[in-house]
C-alpha cells in the first residue's frame, strides 16, 4: 500500500474538481493512483458531486476543418451505400439475364 503526502491528495482533489467532464477513472488514469484511493481522498475532503450522469458540457462549435471534415465523412457514407445498392441491383439484373448496357460483365453480349 503506497502512502501518498497529503499536497499530492489535495492536488488530486483539486484536479478531479476542477474539470466537470472528467471522471474518477479519467483523472487516476492520468495520476496512476487507483479508482478507489481517489474517491476515498475525495469523500474525506468533502468534495463531492452529484450522482447519476453528469450534466453534459457544452461543446465548443466545431472549427471549419472539422466540420468539413465530418460533412465530407457523412458524403463519403452515403456514396459508398449508394454504390454497394447499385453494385447488388446490377448483380441481381446479371442473374436474372437482363442485359445492361455499357457492361459486357453485366450480361452485354460481347461482339
Do not use: C, Q
Amino acid at each position: 500500500m503506497k502512502h501518498y503526502p497529503p499536497e499530492f491528495k489535495a492536488d488530486a482533489v483539486a484536479w478531479y474538481e476542477s474539470r466537470p467532464g472528467a471522471t474518477i477513472r479519467s483523472v487516476t488514469a492520468d495520476l496512476g493512483v487507483t479508482p478507489e484511493t481517489l474517491r476515498n481522498w475525495v469523500g474525506a475532503a468533502g468534495a463531492s458531486r452529484p450522482r447519476g450522469r453528469r450534466a453534459e458540457v457544452p461543446a465548443e462549435p466545431p472549427t471549419p476543418p472539422e466540420a468539413e471534415n465530418a460533412a465530407l465523412r457523412r458524403k463519403v457514407r452515403e456514396l459508398e451505400e449508394e454504390r454497394e445498392i447499385l453494385r447488388k441491383a446490377a448483380k441481381s439484373e446479371s442473374l436474372a439475364g437482363a442485359v445492361v448496357p455499357g457492361r459486357p460483365d453485366l450480361g452485354e453480349p460481347r461482339s
